[in-house]
T-cell receptor, first 112, second 111 residues
Framework: NAGVMQNPRHLVRRRGQEARLRCSPMKGHSHVYWYRQLPEEGLKFMVYLQKENIIDESGMPKERFSAEFPKEGPSILRIQQVVRGDSAAYFC??????????FGPGTRLTVL | GENVEQHPSTLSVQEGDSAVIKCTYSDSASNYFPWYKQELGKRPQLIIDIRSNVGEKKDQRIAVTLNKTAKHFSLHITETQPEDSAVYFCADGGSNYKLTFGKGTLLTVNP
């Protein structure tokens, strides 16, 4: 059973471009969470999704950020018009029932 | 979870000694408390968790205790080894498993 997969592992964007981060949950897991980790800080919750539904997006910035988890395919975290402050590691986690969350390797976004 | 305080921020121990990390939380409705270990540049790994219907849980050299009345929980690592060196995060799963993390403890185990 493959673990949570994320791609790309590293992403470099210039200010104003779009960033798309992908997360494939573990097989059988229908709950997906996205977290952001700034350098030398803890992880901050962004959004919680189940298939085709956003359950809780209270940690998402109101503008430029969106997330989806379609019926088929990976979950996508999309950041439009990136700014330098978006540079961080973005982790997704998946869970079978919402309790134990298993993390992917993360995508390290650098905005130039 | 609303807010999670974690102490200490750094901890240095000699190999073979015990290490204790403490966290407090504020959300009375919380009922799930996991601990994660993160090595530099790696993903957070779930090492142990506890639910509000138990006070203590143990897995080999790792144990977690929970005091719901005082709203605090602790991680205990016995017989520490150099490979235990990492950043450890506690988290509060609130009532809907949206994790609120502490700021982390950098544990260094000196050989």
């Amino acid at each position: 059973n493959a673990g949570v997969m994320q791609n790309p592992r590293h992403l470099v964007r210039r200010r104003g471009q779009e960033a798309r981060l992908r997360c494939s949950p573990m097989k059988g897991h229908s709950h997906v969470y996205w977290y952001r980790q700034l350098p030398e800080e803890g992880l901050k919750f962004m959004v919680y999704l189940q298939k085709e539904n956003i359950i809780d997006e209270s940690g998402m910035p109101k503008e430029r950020f969106s997330a989806e988890f379609p019926k088929e395919g990976p979950s996508i975290l999309r950041i439009q018009q990136v700014v330098r402050g978006d540079s961080a590691a973005y982790f997704c986690a998946s869970s079978p029932r919402g309790e134990e969350q298993f993390f992917g390797p993360g995508t390290r976004l650098t905005v130039l | 979870g609303e807010n999670v305080e974690q102490h200490p921020s750094t901890l240095s121990v000699q190999e073979g000694d015990s290490a204790v990390i403490k966290c407090t939380y504020s959300d009375s409705a919380s009922n799930y408390f996991p601990w994660y270990k993160q090595e530099l540049g790696k993903r957070p790994q779930l090492i142990i968790d506890i639910r509000s219907n138990v006070g203590e849980k143990k897995d080999q050299r790792i144990a977690v205790t929970l005091n719901k009345t005082a709203k605090h929980f602790s991680l205990h690592i016995t017989e520490t080894q150099p490979e235990d060196s990492a950043v450890y995060f506690c988290a509060d799963g609130g009532s809907n498993y949206k994790l609120t993390f502490g700021k982390g403890t950098l544990l260094t185990v000196n050989p």
